[in-house]
């Protein structure tokens, strides 16, 4: 009897030293570390990542908005006159400045505007892609210098505003500066050279 305890405590003993041992192979080892060290490290670097993807875009999308308003102001200031169709043209050939970009489309608005004798500039028609954004007849549009304020003389305003939704950045709202264009072929049938509305009458001022 007393030769089966003896042996079932050297067992118990051996047990327990062969436990201690794996326990400390088990501290010493090293082999799971950096695994766990992906783990958290991994998801920080895959936002960081869609951010600068984000701000990237962003920064380039904002860069061709400024271009689809030049281009806007450009097309526009060529003609004498402006149909709907013609509108509806520059618009397109517009929005291309943006490809490859997909989303939803910019608002753009043209407007033609008549300075009277009191450096006053009032809008005489206004056309957007967008219903309602078109500005109203005879609003009056601040100037952002003297220079531009010439009695008797008209001037094509767009503007351009577009709000680009991130991956998981908030919304960007980008809006290019109004630009002011004298027109080049305007219609000088009245006292004011300007780009006259198919179907509306010219302005005159005031």
Known sequence: MRRITLDMTARGRASIRRLTRFQRRLRRSESGVAAIEFGFIAPIMLVMLVGIVDISNAVSL?????QLNRTLSDLSSQNSTLSLAGVNNIFAAS??????YRGPAPRMVISSVIIDNARV??????SSNISGAALVRNTVVPLPNTDLAVPNTSLIVTTASLT??????PNFNMSAKSLYFRP???DRSTTVEQVVREGQAACTPP
């Open 95 to 100: 929005s291309a400045v943006l490809s490859p």
């Open 164 to 169: 680009y939704t991130g991956i998981i950045s």
């Open 184 to 186: 080049r072929n305007g």
């Open 62 to 66: 904002n860069w061709r908005m400024v």
């Open 121 to 126: 500039a009032r809008v005489c028609w206004s």
